[in-house]
């Protein structure tokens, strides 16, 4: 047990709460992330995947988050290029809806904000015969192409979490915060784990990063002001199809609502398609509905060539976003800016004020900045903070020679030359140059361990647990990897019956 006063209480293992815990602790500060589930286990695993600028929030007027989110998605190309890649986006112009002057101005601005860019310009394309027209249908005449990055969501948490533990903090799932109190300057916080046991740590400062449950727990924490800021939960849900096109390249797909909808090259095989905005009141167990299936079919068939159906689609997931309450009676025009609430003890800022700090809001291209944000809130009431250090830090696993993973895969086909090279790209994918320390010494298939499919093998599975924080099998098969998608039922199995043996 940790004897002395934490300097800093995350709660909530998402982007935000991991980045925010990262950060702390590489400026020197004691730090407990609590997660009362697994990491990425809520809003985090479920977004559409991509670290992106935002095209669309310059419809209304986002120019600071577009900036920010542009700015960001340069960083993360740099720091995680593992889990980060380059993708073109095509948008097939729709004149009804947006007229092409409209476009062009956005996209321009799309190039010229956000500071150094390491990705290609926008540009006009004739679609008719050209690759960028895969899948469409022939009546798309003219379009649109500019570059944003995609991104493994669970495992850039997870990413996080593991320099977390790199700079001396701490990081416990599976439990939860049972209570808090301020006594005497500090917050004494009762914790519970998912097998009961029952404990009480001390810290200096709190950052309330819960997700769909900030409100909760700042309501929680402080009962004597209850109600203060304000959250709308809004569900993101998706789909996911057999690859609608062979091209590497994906799709942002206008609709008469105004809204719009990404169709994206997803596990190789699929495609991706979403997302839709949806008001909840329930956001523990989102799910998509019947609605949301034929809302997102219905405008990917009116782009694609080969129609969807229901019977297409092999897995959807839902998640719930936080996002501030500004007002907006359209969950669409909802800022999907951050928001900080700071609240601690009366008097100046400084040490034994007890603060709490609550985010909400925020997307998962912006979470490094919203940390640096955070800290300079909290700066005044820890003195012993260290100065800035994230923007040009690699991530766990993200120091690939040249930042180049076509060449780190090259390289450990080299290092490792009986060993299949797909194993060795989807291992070299997931951990970046901390792959070395999954395949250890092996040299033959054989000694990975048993072979579960989809490029799982047990020894991947041993050190998702002795490493990164993975208890169960949805923990291993659809956060720490996506490999649960292509597995069959039976293969699935084998990976719970395999996991429930090593407890």
């Known amino acids: 047990m940790h004897s002395s006063p934490y300097d800093l209480l995350v709660i ?71 889990l980060v890649e380059p993708l073109a986006f095509v948008l097939p112009h729709e004149p009804h809806l947006r007229p092409a002057w409209m476009i062009r101005t956005g996209l321009f601005l799309y190039d010229h904000i956000g500071g150094r860019r390491t990705l290609p310009k926008s540009f006009g394309v004739d679609l008719a015969g050209s690759r960028w027209s895969a899948g469409l249908k022939p009546r798309f005449r003219k379009g649109f192409v500019y570059a944003d990055a995609r991104v493994d969501d669970a495992r850039l948490v997870v990413a996080n979490a593991l320099d977390i533990a790199a700079h001396g903090g701490e990081v416990r799932t599976r439990t939860r915060v049972t209570g808090a109190r301020r006594d005497g300057g500090l917050w004494r916080v009762a ?6 046991a029952a404990s009480e740590i001390v810290a200096r400062a709190i950052v309330n990063a819960a997700g769909p449950w900030v409100k909760h727990v700042l309501d929680s ?33 206008q609709n008469a609502d105004k809204r719009i909808v990404f169709v994206i090259p997803f596990e190789s095989d699929y495609s991706l398609i979403g997302t839709t905005d949806v008001p909840v009141d329930d956001y523990e167990h989102p799910e998509i509905s019947a609605d949301e299936v034929d809302y997102l079919i219905k405008l990917a068939n009116a782009y694609l060539d080969r129609p969807l159906t229901t019977s297409d689609v092999v897995w959807t997931y839902s998640g719930v976003r936080p996002l501030y309450d500004d007002g907006s009676s359209d969950p669409s025009a909802i800022t999907r800016d951050y928001v900080l609430k700071l609240d601690a003890l009366p008097g100046a800022p400084g040490p034994e004020r007890a603060p709490v700090l609550s985010l909400f809001g925020g997307k998962i291209t912006t979470y490094r900045k919203l940390a640096e944000h955070a800290l300079a809130e909290l700066a ?85 647990v002795a490493e990164e924080w993975a208890r169960t099998a949805d923990d291993v098969l659809w956060r720490r990897t996506k490999c649960g998608l292509p597995m069959s039922p039976a293969q699935r199995d084998a990976v719970a019956g395999y996991m429930a043996g090593r407890a």
Not at 19 to 29: F, M
Not at 35 to 51: C, F, G, M, P, V
Request: net charge neutral.
């Open 221 to 253: 924490v402080r009962p004597e002001q209850p109600g203060e800021g304000s959250v709308r939960h809004v569900k993101g849900s998706h789909i996911v199809v057999p690859r609608v096109h062979a091209e590497a390249h994906a799709y942002i797909l």
């Open 12 to 82: 909530g293992g998402g982007i935000n709460g991991a980045g925010i815990a990262r950060d702390a602790a590489g400026r020197g500060l004691s730090v407990l992330l609590a997660e009362q589930d697994d990491l990425a286990a809520a809003t985090s695993q479920w977004s559409t995947k991509l670290i992106h600028g935002g095209l669309r929030y310059l419809e209304y007027y986002e120019f600071r988050l577009v900036a920010e989110s542009l700015a960001e998605r340069e960083v993360l190309l740099a720091t995680a290029p593992h």
């Open 380 to 464: 005044p009431y820890l003195p012993a903070m260290k100065p800035a250090w994230t923007q040009a830090a690699p991530l766990p696993g993200g120091d690939l020679p040249g930042r180049d993973r076509n060449a780190w895969f090259a390289e450990l086909c080299r290092r490792y030359p009986q060993l299949p090279a797909p194993l060795l790209r989807a291992i070299g994918t997931r951990h970046g140059t901390r792959a070395i320390a999954v395949l250890g010494d092996a040299k033959t298939p054989a000694d990975l361990g048993r072979d579960f499919g989809a490029h799982l093998t047990a020894r991947e599975v041993d050190y998702l």
């Open 191 to 196: 914790l519970r784990t998912a097998d009961g």
